[in-house]
């Protein structure tokens, strides 16, 4: 029997090898089209398997890699690849603001091949931005989603490492957010009468909610027998478009208090809602207020009343700051708030005014006293003054704090009494303590020695 010789590809079929460095390549030729002349294309990829399939047209060659281990592809095609991506993870708002910052900033770099971005050209393309007027914190922005773009890219084995990883950035500029003082807020609540829409800005300053929630209320959101409201949805661009709220934290309910909680009952009565699902502060047609047209009432307001000319996101930063000088705790104020964390709530709307931080202050002065007799304070003296600036209920780590005992020490003394308390049950605050039975128990303890 003769030894059959092997067949041999046809003119233009394409051929499959391996090469030194372990990857294939595909190697076929393009026919003439459109005036173009045929010309000769190789396609680089990990297995034999992959090769086949390329060759066989079962795969589109641009998801390939090429030169380098990288794809042909150029960034136009794979932000537009990515964006599709994130259409179900990310809100049409958000999806919008990411398309938006592509087409102003990142447009320079559609038509490189991925493949030949670096380290060093992304960092060049950086600088030029910079000196062409962009800010720090514009910069930023679009650097977090061409780095998300490409960390996906890497994980889809497009890229094999993240060319934007490890970037030189500016340094993030200092948020300093606006915040009314105390004569200013109860001067915009005096005069919110003055405007059609003025129990908004009361709501936003008893409750800090953004201006999505508040027009996108509904009637069964309220429930003014236990005074509580919920958070459930935000607006959209549109009127009648209504959205998840901004996160997942953002689902929350918010205790009202009792003079927030008479206003909206007074508002009810104005209204008189058929169903549950009527908007809290319908337009004129009976939909959903629009945001840009509640923002237009509020600028004019402060005009009126020559206020600083301070965004309606200010008055969530308002509310935020007042209840922290009253001595809310950090995570309740967090969980009102709708943050993921304790420490975002902290580093942004975290804004003490002039009178708070000089009553704080005045609680470090028997520490620096100049004069003699004020330094023999008694230990009892100093514990009562610290007692005293605190708020009329204190938690138990305020508790704790002003009298200068350990945790364990405070509870033993709530939970057995000693300190009159109210235990409400719940994890941020379960212990409520008067301030004047804290200064009772210091009174009965003062002559004793461990004191």
């Known amino acids: 029997m003769k030894n059959k010789t092997p067949l041999r590809r046809a003119h233009h079929e394409g051929s499959v090898r391996r090469r030194p460095d372990g990857r294939w390549e595909v190697r076929f030729t393009i026919p003439a089209s459109d005036g173009e002349k045929a010309r000769r294309k190789s396609y680089y990829c990990h297995t034999k398997q992959e090769a086949v399939q390329i ?155 953004r201006i999505g929630e508040i027009v996108a209320l509904q009637w069964g959101d309220i429930d003014l027998s236990e005074r509580v409201l919920k958070v459930r949805r935000t607006q959209g661009e549109r009127a009648e478009e209504t959205l998840s709220p901004k996160t997942k934290n953002s689902h929350r309910a918010i205790p009202l208090t009792q003079n927030t ?70 995570k309740t104020l967090s969980i009102l708030l709708g943050h993921s964390s304790v420490t975002f709530t902290l580093d942004v709307y975290a804004h003490c005014s002039d009178t708070h931080k000089r009553r704080e202050m005045a609680r470090m002065e028997y520490e620096y006293q100049e004069f003699p007799e004020e330094l023999m304070l008694s230990r009892y003296e100093r514990y009562r003054r610290q007692v005293e600036a605190c708020p009329e209920v204190m938690t138990k780590e305020q508790f704790r704090i002003a009298c200068h005992i350990s945790k364990r020490k405070a509870k033993e003394l709530l939970d057995n009494g000693v300190v009159p308390c109210e235990i409400t049950g719940n994890k941020t605050w379960k212990y409520r303590i008067r301030k004047s039975d804290v200064l009772s128990y210091l009174e009965r303890v003062r002559g004793v020695k461990s004191f």
Not at 263 to 275: G, I, N, R, V, Y
């Open 55 to 209: 060759l066989r047209g079962q795969w589109d060659p641009q998801w390939n890699l090429g030169p380098n281990g990288t794809t042909l592809l150029t960034v136009g095609e794979w932000l537009e690849i990515w964006l599709e991506h994130k259409e179900l993870s990310l809100k049409p708002s958000t999806l919008r603001h990411y398309k938006s910052v592509i087409r102003c900033h990142l447009k320079p770099l559609f038509r490189r091949r991925i493949y030949q971005l670096s380290l060093t050209y992304i960092e060049a393309f950086y600088r030029e931005k910079l000196h062409g007027g962009v800010s720090p914190g514009t910069l930023l922005a679009f650097h977090k989603i061409l780095h998300q773009a490409l960390r996906y890219a890497v994980k889809e084995g497009i890229l094999l490492s993240n060319p934007a990883a490890g970037a030189d950035l500016p340094t993030r500029p200092v948020y300093t957010a606006n915040v009314f003082s105390r004569s200013q807020q109860l001067q915009l609540i005096e005069n919110t009468e003055m405007i059609p829409y003025g129990i908004c800005i009361r709501l936003a300053l008893g409750t800090g909610l």
């Open 261 to 330: 909680a008479e206003d909206l009952a007074a508002w009810f009565k104005k209204m008189e809602p058929t169903t549950l699902d009527t908007p809290v502060f319908p337009d004129e047609d009976g939909g959903y207020l629009l945001a840009r047209k509640l923002r237009a009432e509020y600028k004019q307001l402060l005009e009126t009343l020559h206020l600083p000319s301070y965004s309606f996101h200010t008055l969530r930063h308002t509310f935020a700051t007042r209840a922290l000088e009253v001595g809310m705790d950090y």
